[in-house]
């Protein structure tokens, strides 16, 4: 699911998404930067927790966020179709103006998440390489904000990710 392959390479991927992706109850669609649909988020409002699950465009469920049950403070799932967790998001530093987060992936590096969250203006890495940027800059829409996926990444998870802190973010 990483970049779109070209030449035999891979290149960046680019995807909008809408501050405050989606209230719980609330559908919307992720698009590329060509404006093609590739992704949709169901907003489900369950009795125990608030969850958001990702679909591709035939609506296949992809990843699964939810809160954590018994509500580590600032903790979020993410599962796969399955319903296997395969990342925990959680926030790890409070400072004025700039937020930390951890990403532990399953069968991956833990990730980090740098900057402003609420700003929609940090850097996900795991170690020293940059993994996606998301950021305000490249859309002049209001309330729309980038999310740029370096190549070789599970774009659908890095999406899932920048859902789930925008989510906690505003909460």
């Known amino acids: 699911m990483g970049g779109l392959k070209g030449r035999g390479e891979e290149s960046i991927q680019r995807y909008k998404m809408h501050e405050k992706l989606v209230s719980i109850g609330d559908d919307y669609r992720i ?25 591709d465009e035939q609506g296949n469920e992809v990843y699964k966020l939810q809160e954590k049950l018994l509500r580590i403070k600032d903790t979020m799932g993410v599962q796969d179709a399955d319903g296997k967790t395969v990342a925990t998001i959680k926030k790890a530093l409070i400072s004025p103006l700039r937020d930390r987060w951890k990403v ?22 795991a170690g020293r390489e940059k993994v996606a940027e998301v950021s305000k800059r490249w859309f002049r ?22 859902a789930a802190l925008d989510q906690m973010a505003h909460d």
């Open 141 to 162: 829409i209001r309330d729309t904000y980038g999310v740029e996926i370096e190549p070789g990444q599970d774009s659908a998870l890095i999406l899932a990710i920048a």
């Open 31 to 55: 698009e590329n930067e060509t404006g093609k649909r590739e992704f949709y988020v169901d907003g489900k409002a369950l009795r125990l927790r608030d969850t958001l699950i990702i679909k």
């Open 104 to 125: 532990e992936v399953v069968d991956g590096p833990e990730m980090d998440v740098r900057g402003n969250i609420l700003d929609h203006e940090y850097k996900i890495e």
